[in-house]
């Protein structure tokens, strides 16, 4: 699967779009209405493009693909990522995008079909998201693959011919892995590698977003995973004070 030490080495990061995380979403009959919010790249997948790019400044062969599977408004968003360095960017355009139809094994599935296509040697996950906090599409796309994975990834290293060094976290303590590639990590990267890249408009010049439409590729959502809305009860609810401990017990065990 690893091409030799004379030809490019090629990362894939994904990417999320989520909306706006400053911007509070309106509240419809108890249900939360993001409408009329603002989309934006998830910070920590800019995070993890960040790290990537300063390793390919010790690391010149890498080149670095961002890959996004979203709505097709969204599409535009990528050219950010364009401008912070990477080398090119796919999108996936799907119809009809809510999180409820397009899970993120899902997901997983349609990186898993990318990713072997064009035989990727290294794959940047966030270990979660910004918006819900979920973060298995890393973990599910190793079992998918095949590929060895390295978890909460905090510092890339050093590349030599067909393995990686990278630093991981594991309770108060910093560990260094040198893995065989092909491999998924699973990143936690400082919040300040994002101040590694400078946004400059010229980067992108030349460079295209690739867009593909889901439907092509012959896949089913998974139907194991459900969304359901709840609504806030504006029923009242009866209180009772509790001013002090022979009053508590009481109430308890009565």
Same mark, same amino acid.
């Given at each position: 699967?690893?091409?030799?030490? =004379? =030809?490019?080495?090629?990362?894939?990061?994904? $990417? #999320?779009?989520?909306?706006?995380?400053?911007?509070?979403?309106?509240?419809?009959?108890?249900?939360?209405?993001?409408?009329? &919010?603002?989309?934006?790249?998830?910070?920590?997948? @800019?995070?993890?493009?960040? &790290? *990537?790019? #300063?390793?390919?400044?010790?690391?010149?062969? +890498?080149?670095?693909?961002?890959?996004?599977?979203?709505?097709?408004?969204?599409?535009?968003?990528?050219?950010?990522?364009?401008?912070?360095?990477?080398? @090119? &960017?796919?999108?996936?355009?799907?119809?009809?995008?809510?999180?409820?139809?397009?899970?993120?094994?899902? !997901? /997983?599935?349609?990186?898993?079909?990318?990713?072997? &296509?064009? #035989?990727?040697?290294?794959?940047?996950?966030?270990?979660?998201?910004?918006?819900?906090? %979920?973060?298995? $599409?890393? /973990? *599910?796309?190793?079992?998918?693959?095949?590929?060895? =994975?390295?978890?909460?990834?905090?510092?890339?290293?050093?590349? #030599?011919?067909? =393995?990686?060094?990278?630093?991981?976290?594991?309770?108060?303590?910093?560990?260094?892995?040198?893995? !065989?590639?092909?491999?998924?990590?699973?990143? @936690?990267?400082?919040? /300040?590698?994002?101040?590694? /890249?400078?946004?400059?408009?010229?980067? *992108?010049?030349?460079?295209?977003?690739?867009?593909?439409?889901?439907?092509?590729?012959?896949?089913?959502?998974?139907?194991?995973?459900?969304? +359901?809305?709840?609504?806030?009860? %504006?029923?009242?609810? !009866?209180?009772?004070?509790?001013?002090?401990?022979?009053?508590?017990?009481?109430?308890?065990?009565?």
């Amino acid at each position: 699967m690893f091409k030799n030490s =004379q =030809q490019n080495m090629k990362i894939g990061v994904t $990417v #999320k779009i989520i909306y706006d995380l400053e911007v509070k979403p309106e509240v419809n009959n108890g249900i939360l209405d993001y409408k009329t &919010a603002k989309r934006m790249i998830d910070p920590i997948d @800019e995070t993890n493009i960040s &790290a *990537a790019i #300063k390793f390919r400044e010790t690391t010149p062969s +890498v080149v670095i693909t961002v890959f996004c599977l979203s709505k097709e408004s969204d599409s535009g968003l990528l050219k950010r990522v364009l401008d912070m360095g990477v080398d @090119e &960017a796919v999108f996936v355009k799907i119809n009809n995008y809510n999180e409820s139809n397009v899970d993120g094994l899902t !997901k /997983s599935k349609v990186l898993k079909r990318l990713l072997t &296509a064009e #035989k990727y040697d290294l794959v940047l996950t966030g270990k979660s998201s910004s918006d819900n906090n %979920s973060g298995f $599409v890393g /973990s *599910a796309l190793t079992t998918f693959l095949g590929w060895r =994975q390295l978890y909460r990834v905090c510092e890339l290293v050093d590349k #030599k011919t067909d =393995q990686l060094t990278a630093r991981c976290k594991s309770r108060n303590r910093i560990i260094t892995f040198v893995v !065989k590639l092909p491999c998924v990590l699973v990143c @936690e990267f400082d919040k /300040s590698e994002r101040s590694v /890249s400078t946004f400059d408009p010229t980067k *992108a010049i030349n460079k295209k977003i690739d867009v593909k439409h889901v439907d092509k590729l012959n896949l089913t959502c998974c139907s194991c995973i459900s969304v +359901v809305n709840y609504t806030v009860s %504006s029923k009242v609810r !009866k209180v009772k004070v509790i001013d002090n401990v022979d009053t508590l017990m009481t109430t308890l065990f009565n």
